[in-house]
């Protein structure tokens, strides 16, 4: 794993590895990671609620003209659940699910500012975009494809299974996914230190993934305070 660390102020570095069966079927699978201490979450901002609405907006007439094959980022998740072992018909990739609402003009409605700003990020770089409470976390993360009884209750109101499917873990077991975060360690307005996990696609050079990390670090820092650093982690 090659790890490419940019740090702002002192924040514990919390190490994340990606498993050697996600490097095997993934070549070049790599993750953006922030790390957050002492932030505010509560209402979001007017400014972050009109980009979030305007976006989607904008979002929707293109959906109205383009066909899905457009998204290249989201084609490319598709296929890398294929290779995985997921349908991605049946189990889609964050991202495109959050378009497929807007598409049907079923807009996001505001949460908090970590969950809105999250949402803003996931839609702008068509990728899934895990937001997690990092007191809800034990040890280090690994990023791996889920086997047989990895599962958790998730945001979606259900027990999901992430047999075949990319899942990040910690000591306690599976807590995210490109598909859907579990329940255990959702960020709230009570959340002090925050993981934030941007699932890139394969072929997103490091340059590019270095530079979009950062410019959700910045925004996060702007809205919520608090100090933070990123790394890319990568095959």
């Known amino acids: 794993m090659l790890n490419y660390f940019q740090s702002f102020l002192e924040v514990k570095h919390l190490e994340t590895t990606i498993a050697d069966n996600l490097k095997e079927r ?3 699978f790599k993750v953006g ?20 609405q305007l976006f989607q907006e904008s979002l929707y007439f ?5 066909e899905w094959t457009d998204f290249n980022k989201i084609q490319e998740w598709r296929n890398v659940f294929k290779l995985t072992g997921t349908n991605p018909s049946r189990y889609r990739p964050s991202a495109e699910a959050l378009y497929r ?13 970590a969950i809105d700003l999250n949402n803003f990020f996931s839609l702008l770089f068509e990728v899934p975009i895990g937001i997690y409470d990092r007191a809800k976390l034990k040890g280090d993360i690994t990023i791996k494809i889920g086997e047989h009884g990895d599962t958790y209750m998730g945001l979606n109101g259900r027990m999901n299974s992430m047999e075949h499917m990319i899942t990040s873990v910690d000591q306690e077991g599976p807590f995210g996914s490109p598909f859907v ?9 009570e959340t002090k230190q925050a993981l934030q996990i941007i699932y890139f696609t394969p072929s997103t050079s490091i340059e590019e993934t270095d530079k979009q990390t950062k410019s959700l670090l910045d925004m996060f820092l702007q809205i919520h305070g ?3 650093h990123y ?3 990568t095959n």
């Open 181 to 189: 975060d579990s329940e255990r360690t959702k960020v709230t307005e």
């Open 101 to 113: 609402r807007i598409q049907k003009q079923n807009y996001l409605s505001p949460v908090h500012s």
């Open 26 to 28: 993934i070549p070049h």
């Open 231 to 233: 790394s890319i982690s």
């Open 33 to 52: 990671i922030i790390t957050y201490n002492d932030i505010e979450v509560g209402p979001s901002p007017q400014m972050l609620k009109g980009r979030l």
């Open 62 to 66: 293109d959906l109205q003209e383009k």
């Open 226 to 228: 608090g100090k933070g």
